[in-house]
């Protein structure tokens, strides 16, 4: 099957080379991977404010000071201004059953909600910011999302070690396919750094301290190499 691989990959090098009208050399193409475990440093929360009331405009005041109070409390807890960013802000009617036929619901009222991005830049103080959110009013909590701040510097030992698995499967191939290869024509990464997924967590009311593990982020580096292939293995 590997040996199957190679000699497609080949001909898929020799035809492109015809279209083109250049000669390119045959190649093998292979795929190089490395990982680095790293603690987070950087911690994103994602919480709000949600009123319900009979009027728009009566929600809408009642969420603006509850979350003015949430505001005020990050604020002074030391988190900065830039740290602080709204995410969203809705004002929806809500509707229940009627027994009108011609108007089967009717708004009953309408809910407000306020949302924001908090980023945390000492780790530690994570718990902390989560009691300040909840015990200044923040009745919704839906998501904490920790983050490498320089994944790229971090990755830059997983892309030597991409390389090597990339020559290393290549080497591989090139054996069960009777060739040998030489220095690589063309390397891309495939995938690049970026934010770690959200980790979910139930919606907090009270004012408890919130137990928070952090653990470790695994980066992941992957890069695209082709080989020439200089002669048949003797």
């Known amino acids: 099957m590997r040996a199957r691989t190679v000699i497609a990959a080949i001909a898929l090098a020799a035809m492109a080379s015809s279209a083109s009208g250049q000669t390119l050399p045959p190649t093998v193409s292979v795929t190089g991977e490395a990982s680095i475990s790293v603690p987070p440093d ?14 728009a405009r009566e929600a809408s005041e009642a969420n603006n000071k509850a979350m003015g109070g949430v505001l005020q409390a990050l604020k002074n807890a030391g988190l900065a201004e830039k740290d602080i960013q709204t995410s969203r802000l809705s004002l929806s009617p809500q509707s229940a059953p009627s027994r009108n036929a011609n108007a089967p619901f009717l708004i009953v009222g309408y809910r407000a909600s306020n949302r924001v991005t908090v980023t ?21 909590i839906s998501g904490i999302g920790f983050m490498v701040s ?53 919606t907090r ?30």
Do not use: C, F, H, W
């Not at 945390?120 to 919704?140: C, F, H, M, S």
């Not at 009270?206 to 020439?228: C, I, K, M, N």
């Open 150 to 202: 320089k994944a790229s510097k971090l990755l830059d030992d997983a892309r030597s070690e991409a390389i090597a698995d990339a020559r290393r499967k290549a080497e591989i191939y090139a054996k069960a396919a009777n060739i040998s290869i030489g220095a690589p024509i063309s390397i891309s990464e495939e995938t690049t750094p970026g934010p770690i997924p959200y980790r979910k967590m139930a």
């Open 120 to 140: 945390i830049r000492d780790i530690t103080k994570v718990a902390d910011t989560i009691d300040v959110l909840v015990g200044a009013g923040a009745n919704e």
């Open 42 to 55: 950087l911690a994103q929360i994602d919480s709000g404010v949600t009123t319900e009331a009979k009027t």
């Open 205 to 234: 009311m009270d004012a408890a301290a919130a137990p928070v593990a952090q653990g470790e982020e695994t980066l992941r580096v992957s890069v695209s190499v082709s080989y020439e292939i200089k002669q048949k293995a003797q």
